[in-house]
């Protein structure tokens, strides 16, 4: 069982950062692929970016050039720097691990992200 406890989550104007964390119970260098996805009212949680475990990083081309995906090993905690937030980014982002052998597959409680105009 992997747990996930994301953080940074947040009202911010148009413009505006957030930095979201995401504390994993196993290290940041499984045989995994830990990413954020989003969710807003009425539609699809979406991809936003994932990491592999060899470092290679994904962007969803929404957020390509603004978000930026990093990981520190030493604490297990990967995280999103997210620049020039705009509005149609308001949603619950989710942090996901995907455990490539077991396909394991875990999410954590999500997090709040507003931003306003």
């Known amino acids: 069982q992997v747990q996930l406890v994301e953080s940074g989550g947040g009202l911010v104007q148009a413009g505006g950062s957030l930095r979201l964390s995401c504390a994993a119970s196993?290290?940041?260098?499984?045989?995994?692929?830990i990413g954020w996805y989003r969710q807003a009212p009425g539609k699809q949680r979406e991809l936003v970016a994932d990491?592999?475990?060899?470092?290679?990083?994904n962007y969803a081309d929404s957020v390509k050039g603004r978000f930026t995906l990093s990981r520190d090993n030493a604490k297990n905690t990967v995280y999103l720097q997210m620049n020039s937030l705009k509005p149609e980014d308001t949603a619950v982002y989710y942090c996901?691990?995907?455990?490539?052998?077991?396909?394991?597959?875990?999410w954590g409680q999500g997090t709040q992200v507003t931003v306003s105009t």
């Open positions: 996901n691990f995907r455990a490539l052998v077991t396909g394991g597959d875990y």
């Open positions: 196993v290290s940041t260098r499984s045989l995994a692929v």
């Open positions: 990491i592999r475990y060899d470092g290679s990083t």
